[in-house]
């Protein structure tokens, strides 16, 4: 059974400029989340989808937004990036929302120069 | 607001030694789940155990533990036999029970294993 799969693994970017990235869950999961990490803030949740819904939304700007398609893949765009959107960005599934076992992919590492 | 406090940023053991990394949380549910995660260079983050909260027996998987003491919303993770694969950024995680997945993270703590 393959796992969370999130593309790029690596990308760099231009101030200013926009970025999508890509969350594939475990096949048969329907709720994706959406977590940025960096060394200065940690683990800082984005938000949630489930069944193509954003259930819940973390602390960040408008800058930051996302979307599920109807196969659970998901996908978050970042506009206008700014120095400080270089981060680890972590995508995790789960079979439903709520439940306890979330599986996280390995991450796509943004930098913005 | 829930919030998760892991105070030691770095930690060391000798291999085949305990090493226990403390975690507490501040939190006014009554249902929720505590979790440590794993995370090797590889920036995976792998789930290492977890805790329900209603349940008063401390979870155990091989040589991880925990130490939970709902009361003083303190949730230790200790490991036995320390082995080189374990060096990793450990983090202490909780999560509200049937509401949302939302994972609150603590800062993490990076172990180190000496040979």
């Known amino acids: 059974k393959a796992g969370v799969t999130q593309t790029p693994r690596y990308l760099i970017k231009t101030r200013g400029q926009q970025v999508t990235l890509s969350c594939s869950p475990i096949?048969?999961?329907?709720?994706v989340s959406w977590y940025q990490q960096t060394p200065g803030q940690g683990l800082q949740f984005l938000f949630e989808?489930?069944?193509?819904?954003?259930?819940n939304k973390g602390n960040f700007p408008g800058r930051f937004s996302g979307r599920q398609f109807s196969n659970s893949r998901s996908e978050m765009n970042v506009s206008t990036l700014e120095l400080g959107d270089s981060a680890l960005y972590l995508c995790a599934s789960s079979l439903a929302a709520g439940l306890i076992e979330a599986f996280f992919g390995q991450g796509t590492r943004l930098t913005v120069v | 607001a829930q919030t998760v406090t892991q105070s030691q940023p770095e930690m060391s053991v000798q291999e085949a030694e305990t090493v226990t990394l403390s975690c507490t949380y501040d939190?006014?549910?009554?249902?929720?789940?505590l979790f440590w995660y794993k995370q090797p260079p590889s920036r995976q983050m792998i789930l290492v155990i977890r805790?329900?909260?209603?349940?008063?027996q401390n979870a155990t998987e091989n040589r991880f533990s925990v130490n939970f003491q709902k009361a003083a919303k303190s949730f230790s993770l200790k490991i036995s036999d320390s082995q080189l694969g374990d060096a990793a950024m450990y983090f202490c995680a909780y999560r509200a029970m049937n509401r949302d997945d939302k994972i609150i993270f603590g800062k993490g703590t990076r172990l180190h294993i000496l040979p």
């Open positions: 939190t006014s549910e009554s249902d929720y789940y």
């Open positions: 989808y489930f069944s193509e819904t954003q259930r």
């Open positions: 805790q329900e909260a209603y349940k008063q």
């Open positions: 096949s048969g999961h329907r709720s």
